[in-house]
């Protein structure tokens, strides 16, 4: 069984800053691709920012030059440090790993259960 477990999130006055962040766990060797996706209330998921095993990043361009993600292989964690918040960008993030070897399986994609960031003006 693998599991991601988010950290992180709450409330916060827009142009301030929150950080969340999610471990993976369950007997895992590698994850290929983490990320950040979110879901406002009465709307679609939509992709926030994503982190290969490498390093190569891409991001929405909703929330380029503010978020940054990062990740730390050795810790299966991913990171999303949030800055200039608005509050469009209240909604519940979830956090994504795709390409999961573990001692056991392949699993090919897995989701947290969510935090709820939430940004008033």
Not at 27 to 44: E, L, V
Request: charged letters at 15%; hydrophobic letters at 35%.
């Amino acid at each position: 069984q693998v599991h991601l477990v988010e950290s992180g999130g709450g409330l916060v006055q827009a142009g301030g800053s929150l950080s969340v962040s999610c471990a993976a766990s369950g007997s895992i060797i590698s994850i290929n691709a983490m990320g950040w996706y979110r879901q406002a209330p009465g709307k679609q998921r939509e992709l926030v920012a994503t982190i290969g095993r490498g390093g190569n990043t891409n991001y929405a361009n909703s929330v380029k030059g503010r978020f940054t993600i990062s990740r730390d292989n050795a810790k299966n964690t991913v990171y999303l440090q949030m800055n200039s918040l608005k509050p469009e960008d209240t909604a519940v993030y979830y956090c994504n790993a795709q390409g999961i070897n573990t001692w056991a399986v392949y699993k090919t994609e897995s989701w947290g259960q969510g935090t709820q960031v939430i940004v008033y003006p």
